[in-house]
């Protein structure tokens, strides 16, 4: 059943608009990213125990993480947002809550293009699951700094006796923190394979097409951070370089996601033996 759902997820995906949706993911988390980074930092400047330059401080080595090469853009503007005040008007806060929510339209629109639904989302509707996914994204980040800021207590009070006595432990914590975005990876495109297709989809029938694009994830990372180690490689320097590798990535990033998406509705069509139906072409204007 894997083999066949893998074929048709292929077979579908070449004959699908996907790399067109992936195209506006990577051009909306560009315009999403920093509005949504000022709203968490907003939030945790008030929940989080600390100085805010702290939480930006570990805010920032989260994304770090997830990404392939160290991008001097994005660690300015976070520092920047971090150092400064973050008291947002009403319409401050709207205007960047509208802001955040393109990216996880984009993604809703992509997702169930990739499944293939027969009807989309109403434009209300449509709206109500971007903002929900943007909610349950900043409930992850903020838990993810609440999480590291207490390990990091932890370590450091109780521990610290203990990584001397046992180095191998602190090796062994530094590989479990340098692969954590995979398994996180799985988890966050699961959840989005479940809750966002307009379609009937089982538990079962996710988490085959999220390990899958989480194995490619992680070879696609290690061979993108192995050819973006130097910018100078490329026809364009300094900031303007690195937000065209950002964005390269997270196209790639959403490439593999809309494919792993194709392979849970290749396996949810497969267990009911339905047959194959490429996802339509959106029509032109």
């Known amino acids: 059943m894997a083999r066949q759902a893998l074929v048709l997820a292929s077979i579908s995906f070449y004959q699908s608009a996907n790399l067109t949706f992936a195209a506006s993911i990577a051009y909306y988390s560009l ?9 968490v930092l907003s939030i945790t400047s008030r929940i989080v125990v600390g ?19 160290n991008f001097e853009f994005l660690t300015r503007q976070v520092q920047e947002l971090a ?12 205007v960047t809550l509208w802001a ?15 499944w293939g639904v027969e009807r989309d989302y109403s434009f209300f509707m449509h709206k109500v699951i971007a903002f929900v996914m943007m909610i349950a994204a900043g409930v992850i980040t ?5 999480l590291i800021s207490a390990v990091e207590i932890v370590e450091s009070r109780w521990f610290a006796g203990v990584l001397l006595r046992f180095p191998h432990l602190a090796a062994l914590s530094g590989y479990a923190y340098r692969n954590a975005p995979t398994p996180m990876f799985i988890f966050v495109v699961g959840l989005i394979y479940y ?25 696609t990372f290690d061979g993108f951070a192995w050819y973006v180690r130097d910018f100078s490689r490329f ?10 590798v950002f964005m390269l990535w997270v196209y790639f990033s959403a490439v593999l996601v809309l494919f792993g998406a194709g392979i849970t509705a290749a396996v949810a069509r497969v267990r009911k033996h339905l047959p194959q139906q490429a996802p339509a072409a959106p029509a032109r204007r």
């Open 83 to 94: 150092a400064a005040p973050l008291n947002l008007s009403l319409a401050g806060t709207l």
């Open 195 to 219: 809750f966002v297709p307009n379609a009937q989809v089982r538990l079962r029938d996710v988490w085959f097409g999220a390990v899958v694009a989480g194995a490619l994830w992680r070879l």
């Open 51 to 69: 100085h805010n330059d702290a939480n930006g401080q570990t805010l920032l080595q989260i994304v770090l993480r997830a990404l392939p090469g």
């Open 235 to 244: 026809s364009v320097h300094g900031s303007i370089a690195a937000v065209v």
């Open 31 to 39: 315009l999403s990213l920093f509005p949504f980074v000022l709203l």
């Open 142 to 146: 903020i838990l993810a700094l609440v």
């Open 100 to 114: 955040s929510m393109g990216v996880f339209g984009a993604i809703t629109s992509a997702i169930n293009h990739a």
